[in-house]
């Protein structure tokens, strides 16, 4: 049975769309292992610098790991769904993911602007 090439196009694009998702995730669960480290670095580097009472960057390294694997997980069904919609034929775009993961990496964002701010 031969495809449409419009149809293919689409199905082309939903797959560009999955991968940039895949690695914005990678991205952010390599930027959570750094932060969950930073505290480490910046004792070994400068033994004498101040540091909290509590590890706040190992929760936010965490956080942000967590994060990235939600990204993979939410990109997955965002792809499948898409999928579907493109061979029935019946698109309706959603922002509710993007609201979602937008609204986390903010939240994670301030917290640690607050923690770098407690710690200069």
């Known amino acids: ?24 995730s990678i991205a952010v669960m ?21 540091t909290t009472g509590y590890d706040l960057s190992s929760i936010i390294g965490v956080a942000l790991v967590m994060a990235g694997g939600l990204m993979q997980l939410l990109a997955l069904s965002r792809f499948t769904t898409t999928q579907q919609r493109i061979r029935t034929g019946i698109y309706e775009p959603s922002k509710s993911i993007e609201t979602t993961l937008a609204l986390s990496m903010f939240v994670i964002a301030l917290v640690l602007a607050v923690y770098l701010v407690l710690t200069v």
């Open 30 to 50: 390599g930027l959570g292992f750094v932060v969950a480290k930073f505290e480490l670095i910046v004792k070994s580097l400068v033994p004498s610098a101040p």
């Open 1 to 24: 049975m031969a495809s449409d090439p419009a149809t293919a196009r689409n199905h082309l694009a939903n797959e560009r769309t999955f991968l940039a998702w895949v690695r914005t």
